[in-house]
């Protein structure tokens, strides 16, 4: 039994058995012993997963040519890239490096903020960044930040992190999954809601769950939504993850919801093993992400997948490719990155992008982005219409 499980089970025979979110945020975020607490590695070969950074350089240098692009929209001449949780600080690396190689006039005007709540993680990203630490700063939150911040808002695969309740749809009514302790061992019971924000947040998106369906309900993710939206006072919101919008999401064909656990690149639905030692997650409601930021002043200019997303960024992949480097060992490397990120049955389809935006309009570069998923607009050119 972890030092973990011993504090989670203090807790609930203290106060009694708590929600799975708060079961999740302790797994997750406990600063000692949770799994994103730890300073040990999570990410790539060696870890549980891999996310886009860890698949290809070309991610971080993707982003970096989309933000040279939406600062010019901004029109002015210090504009902050700030990453919403950094990983292990890859695509920050590589973020930089594009400037310093291809805008080495713009290094100095782009200050990248980096929002990590772990101090283990941290300190893997300082690392990772200790030949850039003077461009790069650290703080704890986005209220933390000195605001108001004109600039742009960037994350890849957070929210899918955010700590989220789970709900089951009985035939007698709508019911909470609770963790509580039985026998020794920590165990799921159904129990009444715990907050009628549960119930306030399916009603805002029109969802009423089939009989028999469990899913899971992220209060937190608009939450953060409506604390960039306060932040920012001009540019942008760029969310990165894995997920659908609403229709998709709460549809009878995801009865069982999306939460998985992950470790050694392993799948499975056990999250009372191995507490703090694997991910907890489930893909993001893009519905109701776009719907808090419209609350909350920002404007959502595109919804697409990946791939689309990456290409308006690169332009020309020939000369992206021509870029990364003359031999042709360094080309084939290159271009089997670019093929995990932009392949519409992995990265490229798996992932979607949202940008949300407070006083700017979407630059051209993004046009036929927009054309290439036309299911998600409609004649109107309406996305929130069409997915709500």
């Not at 600062?71 to 490096?97: Q, T």
């Not at 069982?256 to 992950?262: A, K, L, M, P, Q």
């Amino acid at each position: 039994m972890s030092a973990l499980e011993d504090i989670i089970k203090d807790e609930i025979r203290a106060k009694g058995q708590v929600t799975f979110a708060r079961f999740m945020e302790l797994a997750l975020y406990h600063p000692d012993h949770g799994y994103y607490g730890s300073a040990r590695v999570k990410i790539g070969k060696e870890g549980d997963y891999y996310t886009n950074s860890h698949v290809s350089p070309l991610y971080g240098r993707l982003m970096a040519e989309a933000y040279m692009k939406l600062k010019d929209s901004l029109y002015v001449n210090r504009c902050p890239f700030i990453e919403m949780g950094a990983g292990e600080g890859y695509m920050a690396f590589d973020f930089i490096e594009e400037l310093h190689r291809y805008h080495g006039h713009e290094v100095n005007a782009c200050e990248y903020i980096i929002i990590e709540r772990s101090h283990g993680m941290r300190e893997i990203q300082k690392e990772t960044l200790r030949h850039h630490a003077g461009h790069v700063k650290w703080y704890d939150s986005v209220e933390e930040m000195p605001g108001p911040v004109t600039g742009v808002f960037f994350s890849n695969e957070l929210v899918d992190a955010m700590p989220f309740h789970r709900i089951t749809q009985t035939d007698d009514a709508l019911q909470e999954v609770y963790v509580n302790v039985k026998d020794g061992k920590l165990a799921e019971a159904l129990g009444a809601i715990s907050t009628v924000n549960i119930v306030k947040h399916l009603n805002r998106i029109g969802v009423r769950l089939p009989d028999g369906m469990t899913s899971e309900i992220s209060l937190e993710a608009p939450e953060w939504i409506r604390s960039l939206a306060a932040k920012l006072e001009k540019g942008y919101v760029i969310t990165v993850d894995y997920g659908y919008p609403a229709h998709e999401y709460y549809s009878p064909a995801r009865r069982t919801g999306t939460f998985v656990c992950y470790h050694k690149h392993t799948v499975n639905e056990s999250p009372y093993e191995r507490i703090g030692e694997q991910d907890i997650t489930a893909h993001a409601d893009f519905t109701t992400l776009a719907l808090a930021g419209k609350e909350a002043g920002l404007t959502p200019l595109m919804f697409t997948e990946q791939t689309n997303f990456l290409m308006a960024a690169a332009g020309e992949v020939q000369v992206l490719l021509t870029k990364a480097g003359a031999g042709q060992h360094e080309l084939e490397e290159v271009g089997q990155g670019l093929k995990a990120l932009l392949h519409p049955e992995w990265m490229g389809g798996t992932f979607k992008a949202l940008i949300q935006a407070k006083d700017a309009g979407l630059p051209r570069m993004f046009d036929a982005a927009r054309n290439r998923l036309p299911e998600l607009w409609n004649n109107e050119g309406s996305w929130s219409k069409r997915i709500v």
